[in-house]
């Protein structure tokens, strides 16, 4: 009788123990790791981004003070975001938390979201795939490492230079495909695009921020009156988007900590430490003031003062045969902007969008429409201009497309897709010095543009000039394959 009990006691004692070291366990704090990326130097932007560095670095003190283990990277190359990403991974364990932020340039492809390093070279939309990080491959390789919480914050819903140069690609960010136990956070609506502000700091950042500073909210919550805030913020004209498969309760705010704001701004943490091979970007990108730009061409003057200016008569030369245009336009995508405007008459960027989307698919006659309500709200925005310069051109409505071309160049005297749409213009016109010109500024700043590359050879052999018109196209073809077929469906051979 006396074995059995000490049996019974031992296999109690046991019992007990191991129920103690179970709620230990359970009670003390996962781990939880951050990897925060802020992309703000990019060669192909006329100007360095001015929010993304500082975001991040309020955004990462904050999660420290939550209790998170925080990488940073700043202006960050391909190959650095590929070992920095490496790395990130390399410390998830099952169980835990794991939240990537990336502020900088984004873009969609085949309805994927894509970080883009600052030197990405893109210039076909494969090309998005190749330099680009896919969210979705992001979040599915956190999931593989046995992360149960999976936190993506994507502030890249900016107007960005490289979905301009193939005119297929849809603006902004894509929905995510996120597997059991994530949460993904758009700072703007699927498809949105937004202007980086001229302050040093994004007011979604700061929003954010301000949430994660609110104790006792659940990650939902916080996303959510994030969203609520920016939203009310901008008049609905920025409204952040939440995705979420959470089946358990997580909040970022520990029991004691994050009630504590800070007063000072934070010190900048170190960065990803890196070799210079790896991470200096080019040149071009690396100093926060851009170089002096050379000498660009004056805007010419309003075309009835532009008989001074004409080449001198050609020969005659049959017209130009009109442009190929097939309608092809996303039904969806109009469907949820035009909720869009219902919902808000004076939302300028949901008629911006729905102008790009109609343009896209061919209807530039209700693309110039959209682009009107655009600038009836915006007026100086100069890429509504520009858009519906080019729409303007594509139709063969020239003088009005110069004077919107003109109109985008008064506004932002460097803005090199103006430049190229005025480059058409002046081919189609029939004026090849003045289209050469344009094109040279345009070339002077980005030397592979294709399109101007390709409007400039043709300008140059209408001009007489064999050698250089073939050196031109058969540079352009190089880089975009399809570029004279491009040329083509605008109405110019």
């Known amino acids: 009788m006396r074995l059995i009990a000490l049996f019974i006691a031992a296999v109690t004692l046991a019992a007990l123990n191991h129920r103690e070291a179970s709620a230990q366990q359970a009670s003390a704090p996962r781990a939880q790791f951050a990897?925060?990326?802020?992309?703000?130097?990019?060669?192909?932007?006329?100007?360095?981004?001015?929010?993304?560095?500082?975001?991040?670095?309020?955004?990462?003190?904050?999660?420290?003070?939550?209790?998170?283990?925080?990488?940073?990277?700043?202006?960050?190359?391909?190959?650095?975001?590929?070992?920095?990403?490496?790395?990130?991974?390399?410390?998830?364990?099952?169980?835990?938390?794991?939240?990537?932020?990336?502020?900088?340039?984004?873009?969609?492809?085949?309805?994927?979201?894509?970080?883009?390093?600052?030197?990405?070279?893109?210039?076909a939309e494969t090309d998005v795939r190749r330099d680009g990080f896919g969210l979705d491959t992001t979040l599915a390789e956190m999931n593989s490492r046995g992360a149960s919480v999976k936190i993506a914050i994507l502030d890249a819903s900016r107007r960005n230079p490289f979905e301009r140069r193939f005119r297929t690609v849809s603006a902004g960010l894509a929905p995510a495909v996120a597997p059991t136990g994530t949460m993904v956070m758009l700072s703007a609506a699927p498809s949105a695009v937004i202007n980086d502000s001229a302050s040093d700091h994004g007011m979604f950042a700061g929003e954010l921020i301000k949430q994660l500073r609110t104790p006792g909210l659940s990650g939902e919550e916080v996303f959510n009156r994030t969203r609520i805030a920016v939203s009310r913020a901008t008049h609905g004209e920025q409204v952040p988007w939440l995705s979420s498969s959470m089946t358990e309760d997580y909040a970022f705010s520990r029991a004691s900590g994050s009630a504590v704001a800070a007063v000072t701004p934070p010190a900048p943490p170190s960065t990803v430490p890196t070799s210079p091979a790896a991470v200096s970007p080019p040149p071009s990108a690396t100093a926060v003031t851009p170089p002096p730009a050379p000498p660009l061409p004056p805007v010419p003057a309003p075309p009835q003062q532009q008989a001074a200016r004409v080449d001198p008569p050609a020969p005659p030369s049959p017209p130009p045969p009109a442009p190929t245009i097939k309608i092809n336009v996303?039904?969806?995508?109009?469907?949820?902007?035009?909720?869009?405007?219902?919902?808000?008459?004076?939302?300028?960027?949901?008629?911006?969008?729905?102008?790009?989307?109609?343009?896209?698919?061919?209807?530039?006659?209700?693309?110039?429409?959209?682009?009107?309500?655009?600038?009836?709200?915006?007026?100086?925005?100069?890429?509504?201009?520009?858009?519906?310069?080019?729409?303007?051109?594509?139709?063969?409505n020239l003088q009005a497309a110069l004077k919107d071309c003109n109109e985008a160049l008064t506004i932002r005297p460097r803005f090199t897709?103006?430049?190229?749409?005025?480059?058409?213009?002046?081919?189609?016109?029939?004026?090849?010095?003045?289209?050469?010109?344009?094109?040279?500024?345009?070339?002077?700043?980005?030397?592979?543009?294709?399109?101007s590359l390709y409007g400039r050879g043709v300008a140059r052999l209408r001009s007489g000039n064999k050698a250089g018109g073939d050196d031109d196209i058969a540079a352009a073809k190089i880089i975009n394959p399809k570029i004279a077929e491009e040329f083509v469906s605008y109405g110019v051979r």
Request: contains cysteine; negative net charge; charged residues 30%.
């Open 35 to 123: 990897l925060l990326i802020g992309n703000a130097k990019y060669p192909d932007s006329e100007t360095p981004l001015k929010e993304p560095v500082n975001d991040i670095r309020a955004v990462a003190e904050e999660l420290r003070r939550n209790g998170f283990d925080v990488e940073v990277g700043e202006n960050l190359n391909r190959e650095a975001m590929q070992r920095t990403l490496a790395k990130f991974y390399g410390k998830l364990q099952p169980g835990s938390v794991g939240l990537v932020y990336f502020s900088g340039y984004g873009i969609q492809s085949a309805r994927q979201s894509y970080m883009l390093p600052v030197d990405a070279q893109i210039w």
């Open 330 to 396: 996303d039904e969806a995508a109009i469907r949820d902007l035009d909720r869009r405007i219902a919902q808000n008459p004076k939302d300028a960027a949901a008629y911006y969008r729905r102008g790009q989307e109609y343009a896209k698919g061919g209807d530039y006659a209700t693309a110039i429409k959209d682009f009107d309500e655009t600038l009836k709200l915006t007026p100086r925005d100069a890429e509504a201009y520009n858009n519906r310069c080019w729409a303007n051109a594509v139709l063969g």
């Open 417 to 451: 897709d103006a430049l190229d749409s005025r480059g058409l213009v002046n081919l189609k016109l029939g004026l090849a010095t003045q289209a050469i010109t344009d094109y040279d500024a345009v070339l002077r700043i980005d030397p592979r543009q294709a399109s």
